[in-house]
């Protein structure tokens, strides 16, 4: 049925529950999961130079935090049975949603698998949604798996909830 899987992953509980669903979905579908992380650095605060951090730094940084996630997510997955493959890319500024469904039509998914915080009210207004964001522009179906703290931690994938933690 879903033959490519695109999840978009960080270092959240949530993204850990949207990984453990496409983990479950590749497995009943007999599919293959593309881990995407997506690198964002911004601006640097003013207190970064008392301790001498600079813009090239805080990039590298990123990146090799995505490679130790996806490192631990695509191994995590593999264990689970999971044909899976990773991607890490920079977001140079861009907004998120846009690689993402980009990524999405050039590997030509068949379907996007997020993780949400499921924010509400004044806290979604403040912090926005990058899952929201994605959903409205999408030219595929995505699912959203909704968690808790307590969920992204319950149930099999207990490294990837203590390697975000």
């Known amino acids: 049925m879903y033959a490519r899987i695109l999840v ?3 270092a959240s509980p949530a993204a850990a529950a949207g990984m453990k669903e496409a983990i479950r ?6 599919g293959r999961l593309r881990l995407l992380h997506i690198a964002q650095y911004g601006v640097v605060p003013a207190e970064a130079a ?11 940084a990123a ?9 631990r997510l695509r191994d995590d997955a593999a264990r689970e049975g999971a044909v899976v493959d990773s991607v890490l890319l920079e977001s140079d500024g861009r907004k998120v949603h846009e690689i993402v469904n980009e990524q999405a039509q050039a590997w030509e998914a068949e379907l996007l698998v997020l993780g949400t915080h499921g924010r509400r009210g004044i806290d979604r207004l403040l912090a926005g949604s990058v899952a929201e964001q994605v959903v409205r522009h999408a030219d595929l179906p995505v699912l959203m798996v909704r968690s808790t703290q307590d969920e ?5 994938l207990q490294s990837i909830a203590a390697a975000i933690a």
């Open 25 to 30: 979905l590749a497995g009943l579908c007999h």
């Open 152 to 156: 992204a931690q319950d149930g099999g």
């Open 63 to 71: 990146l090799q935090a995505g490679a130790a996630l996806l490192d």
């Open 50 to 60: 008392l301790y001498q951090i600079a813009p090239a730094d805080q990039g590298l």
């Open 8 to 10: 978009p992953v960080d």
